[in-house]
């Protein structure tokens, strides 16, 4: 008698339908690719005009349509050839251009700049670095600014299109080498594709403390893939090694070398950061060489030399410069004192549910999908504590322990910014440590997936990948810019803006200070006339408080106030106080207000950017009403 035996389930494709399968897989391309470009010609065909509160609702839908259809066919592609097929790589390619299209609209409807706050100061920074005022060598993180200058004198475009191109192409690094990681440490066939998709999640991003626009914390954050790809290659690759004393140099050690000095320039608390993963490698390379000799890690290439470098050159950098001081204040402060915010975020959940949502809502809204990812991770560093991970993984185990100890470091800078009252530095930590879980999560992805495909078809898996990314991406890609949907306006500062500003600055009488909807108009200071011209004593910005909202709404501003003042604002606050916080801030009545009320005149307006004279001295304010008119 003859016994069967159960064949496993292959995880191959079957090779009778792989011509029809790549006829299909063409097809589907050639409509991709085409909806990419319709796409594109929509949206550079509709330039923005004026100022967007959302580059969703005023994008054409033809391109989201258009980018809809192209993603779709770039998962489908992805998943239905075989990993050796050309056409995976292509379809792959069609997914990232899909996304740095997202990311580029500003660029493709000509936004004048993006970034309406701290954006604006690194953009005087940049002016400064430019007219000589300001010498990039004691400047703090000259990263992306004198980037932003070589990039400009290159091309011939302005600065403010220049950062624009800067921030895509730290996007780009992004996406790229987050793939690049993913796939050189999970090692499977199909981890390529889940570290890219995943990468195109932009979990980093929160809109809180990471934006898309010129922020160096962001951009470093950005930028870290970069470092970790590096990293991993020169701990796993001896090849054309040199041995220099008790040194062995590779070409992979020198490339890392310059990235970390690159990470330092371009924000120094990342570089920390780094540091803190840096030291959690080195500490565990010494463990594991005096108890387990046999294991990976005990193999791998020591970065003692790294860590040591990086820690010199931030030591010999970083402290020149007061913010680090008072970083570092901070810091001990909170160990020492741990003040919380309790009130901070019960007066956020006030105000927005005054406006009909929800602190709830809007973490579900920022932060299911890197939730999502977080099990994720967190599932991989538990099973990674096991044996037989260890023997299953046997290549790779050492780096996800790596990043595993280093989350403890990280979490507790995270959880200690959280104590700090008013202090939005968490996010900037929880942005960096998204990177790792970004990246632990799509590892996790790809070995599940691996592992399932002994027992289940691969298709049917591929499949199920498809449908999750399927509703995934668009909820990440609906907050990867500010918009109402997330309870902020649009970071888009139109040219119409900043020259109503810059008009406003040039005709202002001495002593009259200024004052604005929301805040005052310093950022736009920093960015026409230079941050050093903040505190002269001979230019009267203002300052940052806000106009008096009861007095605003109620018509009593001339009382509230003991001095003449500007009141400067622009259609992108009242379309975000009026529109986006239905007038719980600032009601429509009180903009009214403005215009029906004696002693306030409007002295200045270009149709965006609007300067009203609250009149206390009548006699001094009557030749500067005259003088702003002109």
């Known amino acids: 008698m003859t016994r069967s035996i159960r064949q496993p389930q292959t995880t191959d494709y079957p090779a009778e339908h792989a011509q029809s399968r790549g006829r299909t897989s063409k097809f589907a ?11 594109l010609v929509s949206a550079y065909n509709a330039p923005a005009t004026a100022y967007e509160i959302s580059i969703y609702d005023a994008t054409p839908l033809a391109f989201w349509a258009g980018m809809a259809i192209a993603m779709l066919v770039a998962l489908t592609v992805s998943w239905w050839v075989s990993p050796e097929n050309h056409l995976r790589k292509l379809a792959l390619a069609l997914a990232v251009v ?38 990039p060598v004691y400047f703090l993180y000259p990263g992306i600014h004198t980037a932003t200058l070589f990039i400009k004198q290159v091309t011939g475009m302005s600065l403010e299109r220049a950062t624009e191109f800067l921030v895509l192409a730290y ?28 990468a195109l999640l932009v979990l980093p991003i929160n809109n809180i403390s990471v934006h898309l626009q010129p922020h160096p914390s962001t951009e470093a954050i950005l ?30 050690a020198i490339l890392l070398a310059v990235a970390l000095a690159a990470i330092l320039l371009i924000h120094p608390q990342v570089a920390g950061n780094v540091i803190l993963i840096y030291a959690s490698i080195a500490f565990l390379q010494l463990v594991f060489r005096q108890l387990r000799s046999e294991h990976a890690i005990s193999n791998h290439r020591p970065l003692y030399a790294h860590t040591v470098y990086l820690i010199t050159i931030f030591l010999l950098w970083a402290p020149r410069n007061p913010r680090t001081t008072q970083t570092f204040d901070t810091i001990v402060n909170a160990i020492l004192f741990g003040v919380t915010e309790t009130g901070a975020i019960d007066q956020r959940g006030a105000s927005l549910a005054a406006i009909g949502g929800s602190l ?22 538990g099973l990674n504590l096991r044996k037989t991970f260890e023997r299953s993984f046997p290549s790779s185990d050492g780096i996800i322990k790596y990043l595993t100890l280093s989350m403890i470091p990280l979490g507790g800078m995270f959880l200690l910014f959280s104590l700090l009252q008013g202090s939005t530095q968490r996010f900037r930590y929880l942005g960096f440590i998204m990177v790792l879980i970004t990246i632990l999560g799509a590892v996790m992805l790809s070995w599940a997936f691996d592992r399932l495909s002994q027992r289940t078809s691969t298709r049917t898996l591929g499949t199920v990948a498809v449908l999750v990314f399927v509703v995934l991406l668009p909820l990440s890609t609906m907050t990867v810019f500010a918009s109402p949907y997330i309870y902020q306006p649009s970071q888009q500062v139109t040219e119409m ?15 009259v200070p200024y004052t604005g909807i929301q805040a005052g108009p310093e950022r736009f200071v920093h960015a026409y006339y230079g941050t050093p011209f903040v505190n002269e004593d001979d230019f009267v910005p203002g300052s ?70 609250l009149h206390q001295n009548t006699e001094a304010n009557q030749s500067q009403n005259s003088t702003m008119s002109a």
């Open 29 to 39: 391309l050639i409509v991709g690719f085409v909806a990419l470009y319709v796409g």
């Open 98 to 135: 899909v996304l740095v299209a997202i990311a580029a609209l500003p660029i493709i409807r000509g936004y004048f700049f993006v970034g309406a706050g701290d954006a604006l100061t690194h953009l005087g920074w940049m002016k400064d670095i430019q007219n000589g005022v300001l010498n």
């Open 171 to 198: 996007f780009v690094s992004f996406v790229l080498f987050t793939g690049l990681t993913v796939h050189l440490i999970a090692k499977t066939k199909h981890a390529l594709l889940f570290g890219v998709f995943s």
């Open 223 to 252: 930028y870290l893939p970069l470092v970790l790809y590096l990293t991993v290659r020169y701990l796993t690759n001896t090849e054309g090694a040199i041995s220099v004393g008790p040194l062995s140099i590779t070409p992979s």
């Open 360 to 381: 709830g809502e809007l973490f579900v809204k920022l932060f299911f999908v890197s939730a999502v990812f977080l099990a994720l991770a967190a599932l991989l560093m």
């Open 497 to 511: 803006q900043m020259h109503g500003y810059e008009t406003a600055f040039d005709y202002q009488a001495m002593n």
């Open 544 to 613: 940052s408080a806000v106009v008096e909202k009861n007095a605003f709404d109620g018509g009593t501003l001339l009382n509230y106030y003991d001095e003449s003042r500007y009141i400067i604002f622009s259609d992108v606050n009242t379309q975000l106080e009026l529109d986006v916080y239905k007038g719980v801030r600032y009601s429509e009545a009180g903009f009214n207000h403005l215009d029906s009320t004696p002693d306030i005149a409007q002295v200045h307006t270009n149709g965006d950017v609007h300067v009203y004279l």
